[in-house]
């Protein structure tokens, strides 16, 4: 792969992570009073904590390297400083590259840090698992239905697809624990492991995890494959209609042989690429789903912080939950130009 | 034969009118050969029927002290799809729902779409520096997290307007909504709007323009976005079974107004109350189909609109 394929596209991702520090800085920044106002409306930080956060924060500072003045005379750039350091953008993106995200309200002022990667296992091992068994399952599925379209099973499947498609996850997982949890007590409701349970072995432990994550995973799993089968499917139709799938029937070649080796990895290549995009969309189901079972991870984190109006883990989560998707596309990106030679220029 | 200059423009005028609703009939004709798309739109006259009158349909909208049942009844002759944890009746809520929730997906689409076009035409049009700064913008935004930014966007704008104001008769917490749907969608669009942009602008007619003297502002208007047009309402289509999508997840993790409850709102009611957990499946079931509808009928007919605009692709299927 080309050095300078990669590096452009490193350079963009790290152009985009700025932009989300940046646009962080200024949307917290803009809230009324705020952050002496959070900080002090914090019943639950101290006198000398508060103290430190000043310091730290460099709240005495200019907000911006540069002020901008609006007045009759038009909106001017004036007051350029003596350093650029002075101010509390660059403390903010000093602060924030050292992992230091501030102190969260609800968690009675544990550093935010910490309490976000305490909770991101939990979310990994809930979408990585849905990630994959759909990948799996919704192009396998998405392929079939494009090479027999117009068939009744791809009738079925398509519209089954287009139905999951237009649900919302939680809503599906609000249906799954409703038929599954509720009504036939197959699965518990709620959690990551059953409250006040002593574990023998842990492979026990790993036995109860593995029993609340099926509903959770199911919902991830379906609302994905929805999707996945959809565009696999154009796009395998797509292929279809090429020269060369023509030039591999006109060769005589066996169904199956073209399907493997002239269609598959041709079709597969948008969707690489629709999968990464879709990564910023999976975030909002995260959200929700793992609300809806009461999941202990991020989006649970999310929806707390959001009620309790915790900023600081807003911001810190805004950061982490956005550094993700782009590190994401940017991996889609390499592995798009290590599948196709043609688009690393 | 004379023909003196008024005469002529009217004569221009009756004929452009002619062709365009020949134009119009063709493409009806075309769309009512695609089932699927048919089906779509009879859903969603149906739901703007309940958008439009719903207290013709079921009444005024109850409230906590209007409540005209008991607690979780499930269905029955009285309350066809149950009651709430307050007693309210819940066809009446998701009837009034309809008229919230398809509203900000309407407003929501405006602004997405008039933002998308506006910037894919100029940046298409114009080309050069021009089109480089728009286009890194609108990258900027569709490698964004569109959600997550949604999800600081709404509160902090929230908080920085007031949560009680109303503009122009719609509450703050709504339009909030809509506009965090608006910045958030528009980047897609645009960059949809910017490559038919770009292959119209090629086409002899615009040269000609061109050529005569028209202004960039005239050829924009009366050349490129003539011809662009229906892309843009097939994308609207599509736009609006994503906004009501994002709004429901919205309204569902706390962002919503629980005093104009919007179907997601609904489903934050059922699961704050521990529906889910208590049986009380109709509570959750009767908003989400409704939610399923909408967003299944409006793909449907945006999967036809684009089969008709894309000949090639539906003579494949």
């Known amino acids: ?345 | 034969m004379t023909i003196d200059g008024g005469t002529f423009a009217r004569r221009v005028r009756s004929e452009r009118w002619r062709l365009r609703a020949r134009r119009l009939r063709s493409t009806l004709h075309q769309f009512g050969r695609e089932r699927a798309g048919v089906l779509g739109v009879i859903i969603i006259a149906v739901f703007s029927i309940c958008a439009l009158v719903p207290d013709l349909l079921v009444g005024p909208f109850e409230t906590v002290t209007k409540a005209s049942g008991e607690s979780f009844e499930p269905p029955s002759f009285q309350h066809i799809l149950g009651t709430d944890e307050l007693g309210r009746d819940i066809l009446n809520l998701v009837v009034h729902g309809a008229r919230i929730s398809m509203t900000i997906g309407l407003l929501a689409t405006i602004i997405t779409v008039l933002v998308g076009a506006i910037i894919g035409i100029v940046a298409g049009f114009l080309g050069g520096r021009v089109d480089t700064f728009l286009m890194r913008i609108t990258d900027f935004f569709l490698i964004l997290p569109t959600f997550v930014l949604a999800l600081v966007l709404a509160p902090v704008l929230r908080e920085v307007l007031g949560e009680s104001a109303q503009v122009g008769g719609i509450r703050i917490t709504l339009l909030v909504i809509i506009v965090v749907i608006g910045i958030t969608s528009w980047a897609s669009t645009a960059r949809i709007i910017r490559s038919q942009t770009l292959s119209v602008r090629e086409r002899a007619f615009v040269d000609r323009a061109r050529v005569i003297g028209a202004s960039g502002g005239h050829m924009m208007r009366r050349h490129i976005l003539p011809n662009v047009t229906s892309l843009i309402v097939a994308n609207a289509v599509l736009v609006f079974a994503g906004s009501v999508l994002i709004e429901t997840t919205l309204a569902f993790i706390g962002l919503g107004d629980p005093l104009a409850p919007s179907w997601g709102q609904i489903l934050a009611f059922a699961q704050d109350s521990g529906a889910p957990g208590l049986g009380a499946w109709w509570y959750t079931a009767a908003p989400g189909v409704c939610i399923v509808l909408v967003v299944l009928s409006f793909t449907l007919v945006g999967n036809a609109l684009d089969a008709i605009l894309n000949p090639k692709l539906a003579g494949r299927r």
């Open chain 1, 1 to 345: 792969m080309g050095s300078r394929f990669l590096l452009r596209r490193a350079g963009q991702a790290f152009l985009t992570i700025l932009f989300v520090l940046v646009l962080n800085f200024i949307l917290f920044r803009s809230l009324p009073g705020s952050p002496e106002r959070i900080l002090l409306r914090n019943p639950r930080i101290s006198a000398a904590s508060l103290e430190a956060q000043r310091e730290r924060w460099g709240l005495n500072d200019p907000l911006l390297p540069i002020s901008v003045v609006i007045d009759d005379r038009g909106v001017r750039l004036e007051d350029f400083p003596a350093s650029l350091t002075d101010n509390q953008l660059f403390s903010y993106l000093v602060a924030t590259a050292q992992l230091d995200l501030g102190l969260s309200f609800q968690f009675r002022g544990r550093d935010v840090a910490d309490v976000i990667g305490e909770r991101m296992g939990p979310t990994l091992l809930l979408f990585g698992l849905g990630e994959i068994i759909a990948i799996f399952v919704g192009l396998g599925l998405g392929a079939r239905a494009g090479w027999r379209r117009g068939t009744a099973s791809d009738y079925l499947g398509t519209g089954l697809s287009l139905v999951l498609y237009s649900m919302p996850y939680f809503w599906l997982g609000m249906i799954l624990l409703i038929i599954f949890a509720a009504e036939l007590r197959w699965f518990p409701t709620s959690g990551m492991v059953t409250p006040g349970m002593d574990y023998a072995s842990p492979l026990d432990y790993v036995a109860d995890v593995a029993w609340h994550l099926v509903l959770p995973v199911a919902t991830v799993a379906l609302g994905l494959i929805g999707q996945y089968s959809l565009m696999m499917r154009s796009s395998v139709t797509e292929v279809l209609a090429e020269d060369y799938v023509t030039t591999a029937r006109a060769k005589g070649l066996k169904e199956s042989r073209i399907l493997r080796h002239h269609v598959w990895p041709n079709a597969l290549l948008p969707a690489v690429t629709l999968i990464a995009i879709n990564l910023g969309y999976i975030v909002a189901g995260a959200i929700t789903v793992e609300q809806v079972f009461s999941w202990p991870g991020l989006g649970t984190l999310t929806v707390d912080a959001l009620r309790t109006r915790d900023y600081p883990m807003m911001q810190g989560l805004f950061l982490v939950l956005s550094i993700s998707v782009v590190a994401a596309s940017f991996l889609a990106d390499m592995v798009y130009g290590f599948l196709d030679p043609r688009v690393r220029t």
